[in-house]
């Protein structure tokens, strides 16, 4: 679905910087390794969402290819940061297909799910950018900048409109993240699927046929739950005892430290996650782009539509 855009290895060049552009906070944030953390995060957090849950179970795709699962859907996100603007609406349009696919019944409420409810697709991209920035500040290179931080959420909001989710509801601020999670609260809970869903993904089994997935995911299992609240880990039954919070700070931000070189992270995502190997390698080595501007949502889906994504598969 993804390709290297990597001209010297004869792949076409990137059309332009997407939707932020090089000075971008998005850019800063989602391309350190610290977004590994912040992506099991988000993923881990979607199942507290009931209908997510369901959806999850129901297609059962993360127990028959965990490490498939998990590349696609950071390749997407991470596509949509710092890819250019024809592949980021190209893979928008597939996943919206696939996951029009992805409907049944919740057993818990007996109501119709759909993975493309714009309530679910709000949690998912709310989730997903507040994790990715929570594990930058707590074992990257800390805080942005208070004009930084204003320009990651409204640029957050620019990046929901490739999803399902209504403009007017996404959070264009912290304290709006915070009042965000503390309206939706009531309506979160777990289950026995949801819990199989969240310890699955925290400590992928070997079984998987994944080994570097199984080795990756445990590593980072204990500094992703090191960055959630008490009552997150009680009701996802995946507590840890604060001596273990404590310890796993310094050894992570040296972790963190020693991957931010690219070799690096290409090295991690090798093998392991393709699809985002590949959306990296083209960001990190790839020459520049044919245009050197950004655009928007708007103007990327007038000029290529749907058509995009038959460019970007």
């Known amino acids: 679905m993804l390709r290297s855009d990597d001209s010297a290895a004869g792949q076409p060049r990137r059309l332009d910087y997407g939707f932020f552009g090089p000075d971008s906070p998005t850019w800063k944030v989602w391309t350190q390794p610290t977004a590994l953390i912040g992506f099991q995060r988000s993923v881990v957090l979607e199942h507290f969402d009931p209908f997510l849950a369901a959806a999850v179970a129901d297609q059962r795709g993360i127990y028959r290819d965990p490490a498939g699962r998990m590349d696609r859907t950071l390749a997407y996100f991470l596509t949509v940061a710092v890819g250019d603007s024809r592949t980021a609406i190209g893979v928008s349009d597939h996943l919206m297909k696939v996951h029009a696919a992805a409907t049944g019944i919740e057993p818990i409420s007996g109501k119709r799910y759909s993975a493309n409810n714009p309530d679910s697709q709000l949690w998912i991209h ?52 915070r009042e965000y999670f503390a309206q939706v609260r009531p309506k979160l809970c777990t289950s026995e699927r949801a819990n199989e869903g969240m310890h699955y993904l925290l400590r992928i089994p070997r079984a998987s046929g994944n080994a570097k997935m199984w080795a990756v995911s445990r590593l980072m299992a204990p500094a992703t739950i090191a960055t959630l609240p008490k009552w997150m880990r009680e009701l996802g039954n995946f507590d840890q005892p604060s001596a273990l919070d404590a310890a796993i700070l310094p050894a992570t931000r040296l972790a963190m430290r020693a991957a931010r070189n690219p070799a690096v992270t290409l090295g991690i995502l090798t093998g392991s ?41």
């Not at 007017?168 to 709006?176: M, Q």
């Not at 020459?287 to 949502?297: F, G, M, Y």
């Open 126 to 177: 709310v989730t997903g950018w507040h994790s990715v920035l929570k594990c930058y500040e707590r074992y990257g290179p800390g805080p942005l900048s208070r004009d930084e931080e204003r320009r990651y959420w409204a640029e957050s909001v620019i990046a929901a409109e490739l999803q399902t989710c209504k403009t007017a509801t996404v959070p264009a601020s912290r304290g709006e993240v």
């Open 273 to 313: 996650m393709p699809m985002t190997h590949r959306t990296m390698h083209q960001h990190l080595k790839g020459a520049a782009p044919e245009h050197a501007k950004t655009t928007t949502p708007a103007e990327a889906r007038e000029h290529y539509g749907r058509t995009a994504e038959a460019a970007a598969s």
